[in-house]
């Protein structure tokens, strides 16, 4: 490989080549493409490019479109005429898909460029071929037109899935032989996993870290530090498929069901802490999470996830604190098996006027959550926004223990909050105040 030679193997190569060749060179994707962003041979009707966050798949997806449209020359007509760009909103498909940096625009050559016509929705080349832009919250707009080909991006987090998918296949009805190219990040979703298991179906693969050359080293330094290890950062880094753990006490479908877009009044506010063994960047997670009481008292809401990683004693209890005092919380509950009062004297080194609570585990994690997760079966407990760490841990809690590495001690936290709103005055088993 050329771009694994000697500095002076690379000169020379370059040396070598024409004006126009050297003109060309930035727009010869073959030359360039990581094996995943290359599509694989065979009679294939949906290319599924499957891979975490930055990997290239917008830019595959915007040189597939290429690949598609274009012919020999600028004039000359390709294999596709008539294609459609669905993302899962119009936004999406323009900032994304036609004008961002991956997108087709910054793909494409300068005499082989097409235009946007954005009173029409659509990418007009000079060989006359077209692309019409689409959002998948729209499935009723896909009912009439037909294409020979398709690009759709972020299939997975498609609101509408089903719906926009199937009536995007009853526009594939042009050419000798209708193609899809479909790039997404995976999540646990019916329709990904419909479209994978289809014998027509190819899919290639790669990890945030295959593309690092082109992404700025600190950030996949952070997240790799942070999420690496969790269930998030296994679906959104390595771009892996994950479906429920088997005997699991959360789904991933049932929290995307308990999620709210307002807060309730509520009755009452608790602030829960589990607290590390250990400080400093060693430590486990101190799992802080903010939950309330509707008023009435039937139902509760998780408020936040405000848990810190690798910091000292003090530090989390500053955090503790700051989540009290930004909620106006009624109580801090903390779990002292470990810390005994030296919990409480952190706690108090930071406010001395937070009304505080110790509470003891007697039970398993597993004995003292089966109780908080009846409570999400019977749909008593909803979640805002943003607690996407948190609910990763809950879905790797099972019946025959947690699943993911380390300590959850988020859902621990969670657990802590919710036994004391709910279920403390009916005795559960596992919560002993002191």
């Known amino acids: 490989?050329?771009?694994?030679?000697?500095?002076?193997?690379?000169?020379?190569?370059?040396?070598?080549?024409?004006?126009?060749?050297?003109?060309?060179?930035?727009?010869?994707?073959?030359?360039?493409?990581?094996?995943?962003?290359?599509?694989?041979?065979?009679n294939w009707r949906s290319w599924v490019i499957m891979g975490g966050r930055g990997a290239g798949k917008t830019r595959a997806g915007s040189e597939w479109v290429r690949s598609m449209v274009e012919g020999s020359r600028p004039l000359d007509k390709g294999v596709s005429q008539r294609m459609a760009l669905v993302g899962e909103t119009l936004d999406q498909v323009r900032e994304v898909m036609i004008f961002g940096e991956s997108g087709i625009l910054a793909c494409s050559p300068p005499d082989r460029r097409p235009t946007w016509e954005a009173g029409r929705k659509r990418l007009v080349w000079p060989n006359g071929a077209v692309a019409?832009?689409?959002?998948?919250?729209?499935?009723?707009?896909?009912?009439?037109?037909?294409?020979?080909?398709?690009?759709?991006?972020?299939?997975?987090?498609?609101?509408?899935?089903?719906?926009?998918?199937d009536m995007l296949q009853f526009c594939l009805r042009?050419?000798?032989?209708?193609?899809?190219?479909?790039?997404?990040?995976?999540?646990?979703?019916?329709?990904?996993?419909?479209?994978l298991a289809a014998d027509s179906t190819v899919m290639t693969h790669a990890t945030t870290s295959a593309n690092r050359a082109n992404l700025a080293s600190s950030f996949l330094e952070e997240v790799m530090s942070r999420y690496g290890q969790t269930r998030l950062g296994i679906q959104e880094l390595e771009g892996r498929l994950l479906e429920d753990v088997e005997g699991a006490l959360w789904t991933r479908e049932g929290l995307d069901n308990c999620r709210i877009k307002a807060v309730p009044d509520l009755h009452r506010i608790v602030v829960a802490v589990d607290p590390p063994v250990?400080?400093?960047?060693?430590?486990?997670?101190?799992?802080?999470?903010?939950?309330?009481?509707?008023?009435?008292?039937?139902?509760?809401?998780?408020?936040?996830?405000?848990?810190?990683?690798?910091?000292?004693?003090?530090?989390?209890?500053?955090?503790?604190?700051?989540?009290?005092h930004r909620h106006g919380a009624d109580r801090m509950i903390a779990e002292v098996n470990q810390g005994g009062e030296l919990v409480e004297s952190i706690v108090r080194q930071v406010d001395r006027t937070v009304s505080y609570r110790p509470v003891n585990a007697s039970r398993g994690k597993v004995l003292r959550a089966e109780p908080v997760a009846a409570l999400y079966e019977q749909g008593r407990i909803s979640h805002v926004g943003g607690l996407s760490e948190l609910e990763t841990q809950m879905c790797l809690m099972a019946v025959h223990g947690y699943q993911g590495?380390?300590?959850?001690?988020r859902v621990d936290a969670l657990v802590w909050a919710l036994t004391d709103l709910m279920l403390k005055k009916s005795g559960t088993p596992g919560f002993r105040s002191l």
């Open 1 to 42: 490989m050329i771009a694994s030679a000697p500095r002076v193997t690379q000169d020379r190569f370059l040396n070598e080549l024409s004006e126009g060749a050297l003109l060309a060179l930035p727009f010869l994707f073959e030359f360039w493409a990581m094996e995943h962003q290359l599509p694989p041979p065979g």
């Open 278 to 324: 250990t400080g400093g960047s060693r430590a486990d997670a101190c799992g802080i999470v903010v939950a309330g009481l509707e008023r009435g008292g039937d139902k509760a809401v998780v408020l936040e996830d405000a848990s810190v990683v690798g910091v000292s004693p003090k530090q989390w209890a500053e955090a503790a604190v700051a989540a009290y």
């Open 405 to 409: 590495a380390g300590s959850p001690d």
């Open 174 to 195: 042009l050419g000798e032989h209708p193609r899809q190219c479909v790039t997404t990040t995976p999540r646990n979703v019916p329709i990904l996993k419909r479209l």
């Open 132 to 165: 019409q832009a689409f959002s998948a919250h729209e499935p009723e707009a896909l009912r009439g037109p037909q294409f020979d080909a398709a690009w759709v991006d972020e299939l997975a987090k498609w609101k509408k899935a089903e719906e926009a998918w």
